[in-house]
C-alpha cells in the first residue's frame, strides 16, 4: 500500500533523518540513500525539486515543495526584501527524478555553486533533506558546534530543555 501525506498516522515515522557521505560519478549523478528513498517511495514520490539555499543545495519531495512555493506566493510580498530570497531560490529550481538505480543527476550549474564535485554529504530535515559539499558540511558543523548554546533560548522554548 503507497501511502500519501496525511493518509496514515504512521506518517510521521517517514521522515528524512540522519546524515550518510556519497560520492558524485562523473556524470554528476547522486546515489539517494535508500532510507530516503523509502520516504519518497512511501509517502511522496520520486521526484524531487532541489534548488539553491544558503550553504548547501535542498532537495524537496515536489508536495513539500508545492506548499514552499504556495507561501512564497501568498506571503512574501507582504515582507520588505523577499523578492530578492524569491528570485535566488526559485532561479535554482530543478526537478530531478530518481532512477531505476535510486540515483538523481545534479544539475552542472548547482554544482559549481557550492562546489560540489566529488564528496558530499545528505543531510535529512525531516521534510527534506539538503546536499552538501563535504569540506562545507564540516565546517558548518563546527560552526554549529562552537555556538550551540546559541539553541539554548529556542530549545527551552520547544519544552526540549
Not at 118 to 145: C, P, Y
Request: with cysteine.
Amino acid at each position: 500500500m503507497v501511502l500519501k501525506e496525511g493518509v496514515s498516522g504512521r506518517d510521521s515515522e517517514l521522515r528524512f533523518r540522519s546524515r550518510s557521505e556519497h560520492t558524485l560519478d562523473a556524470k554528476g549523478r547522486l546515489n539517494i540513500p535508500t532510507r530516503f528513498r523509502e520516504v519518497l517511495r512511501r509517502k511522496y514520490s520520486e521526484k524531487l525539486i532541489v534548488t539553491n539555499w544558503k550553504k548547501s543545495l535542498r532537495a524537496y519531495p515536489v508536495v513539500v515543495w508545492r506548499k514552499l512555493e504556495d507561501t512564497l506566493v501568498n506571503e512574501a510580498p507582504k515582507h520588505l526584501g523577499m523578492s530578492d530570497f524569491v528570485r535566488y531560490v526559485i532561479s535554482g529550481v530543478s526537478e530531478c527524478t530518481l532512477d531505476k538505480q535510486g540515483r538523481i543527476l545534479l544539475p552542472g550549474s548547482l554544482r559549481a555553486e557550492f562546489n560540489i564535485e566529488n564528496e558530499v554529504v545528505l543531510n535529512g530535515m525531516l521534510d527534506h533533506f539538503e546536499i552538501w559539499d563535504k569540506s562545507a558540511w564540516i565546517a558548518q558543523t563546527r560552526e554549529t558546534r562552537a555556538n550551540f548554546q546559541d539553541f539554548e533560548v529556542g530549545l527551552s522554548s520547544l519544552g526540549i530543555l
